[in-house]
């Protein structure tokens, strides 16, 4: 049986891309019997950025919430908050210490900000020793990853490698699970959904918002109602077949390439998927932001299972390395 792990950053409400892209992926994996999953919300993380405390507990809110809204079932995977656990920031200075500082130095979550080096924390200096401690600590197998976070895994693997190459086998060597770049999911302006580009669309938000996003917000050309159009390169298409059944995809298709058929029924039809296709996981999603005492019985109670593991493994580490 496999371990597969995964963290989410809590920096907001999941949109549309995190959805398609990482969670029902995700969520498709865990029920695999061959595989055992942890998922975990890295709050511990996003300490790097946000100093707020109401919106950081929030964030984590929203966060488990939207994988519940979507089928996340907490009795198959162990689902949990990164700071319930605080073996991992043990784990994590133990790492530190055996990383060169020149190696962190090229990490992308440091490098891509350190032209800003007075604005940048240690946390955000050792985060992948933090990511490593996430990984190890659960003798994960695989890690499914976005190409963006393939050089922090490296990072992983060759911490691991140097202590298990100094001491006995302490740690399980994690294997990357690359993510199909096939469902990039477009935002309104057509370029890659992001909450750093504004263009995202929130399914968990009321219908007078969703159509106003949908009809303001996603740009579309001018070519008149009567003409023939090419589905393929717009964004109301794009964002409609990734959302409805292929059948009901190939008939917008057919309509936009037969003209007499225009955006605004294009856009008509996707606001019309999106408010049934999520009116479901909508209402869960605000089941749950009502309910935090029960997000908190959940999440608690993954991390008492997540801990049990975190123990023998941090046991393993402190004996080895001579506490
Ligand atoms: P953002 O770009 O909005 O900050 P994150 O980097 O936090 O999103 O991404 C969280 C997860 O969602 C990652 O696994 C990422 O691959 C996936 N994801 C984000 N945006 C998209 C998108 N537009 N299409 C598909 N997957 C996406
Ligand atoms: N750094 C990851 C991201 O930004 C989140 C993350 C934290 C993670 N710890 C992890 C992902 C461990 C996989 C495994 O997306």
Redesign the pocket.
């Known amino acids: 049986m496999a371990r597969i792990?995964?963290?989410?950053?809590s920096t907001g409400t999941p949109h549309l891309g995190n959805i398609i892209g990482a969670i029902l992926p995700a969520i498709e994996n865990s029920k695999d019997k061959n595989n055992d999953s942890f998922l975990f919300i890295?709050d511990l993380?996003s300490l790097t950025q946000i100093k707020d405390a109401t919106v950081l507990k929030n964030n984590t809110y929203s966060v488990a919430a939207a994988w519940l809204a979507f089928g996340l079932d907490p009795n198959e995977s162990v689902f949990y908050r990164?700071s319930d656990v605080p073996e991992c920031t043990e784990l994590a200075w133990y790492l530190n210490c055996f990383f060169p500082f020149q190696r962190l130095k090229l990490a992308h979550s440091f490098k891509d900000k350190s032209d800003r080096l007075e604005d940048i924390n240690a946390g955000l200096f050792v985060?992948p020793m933090?990511?490593a401690a996430?990984?190890l600590l659960y003798d994960a197998n695989l890690?499914p990853?976005?190409k963006d976070?393939l050089q922090?895994l490296e990072m992983a693997r060759d911490v691991a490698s140097r202590i298990n190459h100094k001491y006995k086998n302490v740690f399980i060597v994690p294997e990357p699970l690359t993510t199909k770049d096939s469902m990039l999911i477009p935002g309104t302006d057509g370029d890659k959904m992001s909450k750093s580009k504004n263009n995202t669309i929130d399914i968990f938000q009321g219908n007078a918002d969703i159509k106003k996003i949908v009809n303001k917000q996603i740009v579309t050309d001018n070519i008149p109602l009567e003409d023939p159009k090419d589905p393929y390169i717009s964004t109301v298409y794009k964002l409609y077949s990734v959302i409805a059944d292929e059948d009901s995809a190939a008939q917008m298709a057919k309509k936009l390439q037969a003209g007499g058929y225009g955006w605004g029924h294009a856009k008509k039809e996707l606001i019309s998927i999106i408010e049934t296709k999520f009116d479901n996981p909508r209402e869960k999603f605000n089941y749950y932001i009502s309910h935090k005492e029960e997000l908190d019985i959940i999440l608690e109670s993954g991390a008492a299972k997540a801990r049990k593991v975190a123990k023998a493994t941090l046991d393993r580490v402190r004996n080895q390395i001579g506490y």
């Open positions: 792990l995964t963290g989410i950053q890295a993380h990164q985060y933090l990511m996430d990984i890690v990853v976005g976070q922090h």
